[in-house]
């Protein structure tokens, strides 16, 4: 453990060092942005395999999966983990290498490098949605996801390891954030893609309830975390949720209901075909509610900026000119075919069949 790591942990003045991966893209370079202009920090080394375009911070290039890391790390007192892949179209087997290697390097260099806290991020959706999960569910609640292919299941494989570590990396803080639906400039995620598309999936005899968290929300958690102002596993994200009625409202989009075993049995097959970027699994997350109580931060003054309402209004607006069916993004034309009577899984089998079809005879 370094000095300045000691004399954090120990609650004194010093402020402390804090390096961000993936520094140099997506949401990693959103976070070190920020804690650029935190006056809790007394410098914030930028980490990746390339140097970004960010002033005001210190650069050290290195890739973070490769071991050399931990002699990178000298003079650091925190680390905030970011640089995940969480594009819904990439390959789920490379996409799980890349995700768990690296927090897997991290927390391992971190503690080789005498680094005093890791703040991890994942999703409030290792919690699972259920139909008859409790609304909101504790943050202390057993983490119910499936561990599959999905991005979810990269997150889970990250929550073991942040489990682990108290006993394989002794004396180091390990901390994780766990956003609900994450909105904000640039993300894409399937929860994201199910607002593009030309109706609100949902199964009948349940209603999805709608939680989100807003980048610039996420981030003022990172910094509290980082800062060791907060500790542990919690959940961030706007307080309370929308109902189905209240998003259909908002959002202009009316809803198809369908039977939850057609539904699932349908999403299966056209996983299994190569046709639909995820496991059905991750339909259970637009159809079953996954609201979570964000306990400890609210405990600690907390409180977050942006509400429910308005973060949807940010998603849909980034949703412009986008258009997706089952997940997968397709033109606007495919999108917009519809019938009486059509099920979303017909929609999207069609819709994508043909595109598919038309860029085989293309190539």
């Known amino acids: 453990m370094s000095d300045r790591g000691a004399m954090v942990r120990q609650g004194q003045s010093a402020r402390p060092i804090v390096a961000v991966t993936g520094a140099a893209h997506d949401l990693g370079l959103t976070i070190t942005s920020a804690l650029a202009q935190s006056d809790r920090f007394s410098r914030v080394i930028a980490i990746d395999d390339h140097r970004g375009d960010l002033t005001g911070v210190v650069w050290r290039v290195v890739n973070i999966r490769d071991p050399i890391l931990a002699g990178r790390l000298a003079g650091i007192d925190v680390i905030v983990h970011a640089d995940l892949d969480l594009a819904p179209d ?3 087997k490379a996409r799980r290498a890349f995700n768990v290697r690296g927090a ?24 699972g949605a259920l139909p008859d999960n409790p609304v909101p569910i504790a943050e202390t609640a057993p983490l119910a996801a499936e561990v599959d292919g999905s991005v979810v299941g990269d997150f889970m494989e990250i929550e073991q ?3 682990r570590s108290p006993r394989t990396n002794p004396g180091m803080e390990v901390s994780v954030v766990r956003p609900a639906a994450l909105v ?9 893609r199910h607002f593009e598309a030309p109706r609100l999936l949902a199964v009948k005899g349940c209603a999805p309830r709608w939680q989100f968290c807003h980048v610039a929300d996420l981030i003022s958690a990172i910094e509290l975390a980082a800062a060791g102002e907060v500790t542990g596993a919690f959940a961030v994200g706007c307080d309370g949720w929308l109902e189905q009625d209240q998003v259909e ?14 539904t699932f049995a349908t999403a299966q097959r056209l996983y299994r075909a190569g046709i639909t970027p995820a496991p059905v699994s991750g339909l259970h997350y637009v159809v079953y509610p996954w609201v979570v109580d964000c306990q400890t931060l609210r405990e600690r003054g907390w409180r ?27 033109a606007k034309k495919e999108a917009t075919i519809t019938a009486a009577g059509a099920t979303v899984a017909v929609i999207g089998t069609a819709a994508i069949v043909r595109q598919v079809r038309k860029r085989r005879r293309d190539g």
């Open 90 to 92: 990439s390959d789920p």
């Open 104 to 127: 897997q390097t991290v927390l391992t260099a971190a503690a080789a490098g005498g680094v005093g806290r890791v703040v991890l991020i994942t999703s409030a959706m290792v919690y």
């Open 161 to 163: 390891l942040a489990g």
């Open 184 to 192: 904000g400039e640039g993300i894409d995620t399937l929860i994201t």
């Open 249 to 262: 409202e908002l959002s202009g989009l009316r809803r198809i209901e369908l039977p939850a075993g057609v």
């Open 304 to 330: 977050p900026s942006v509400t429910n309402t308005q973060a949807l209004r940010v998603l849909l607006d980034e949703r412009a000119g986008h258009h997706a069916v089952a997940g997968r993004r397709i």
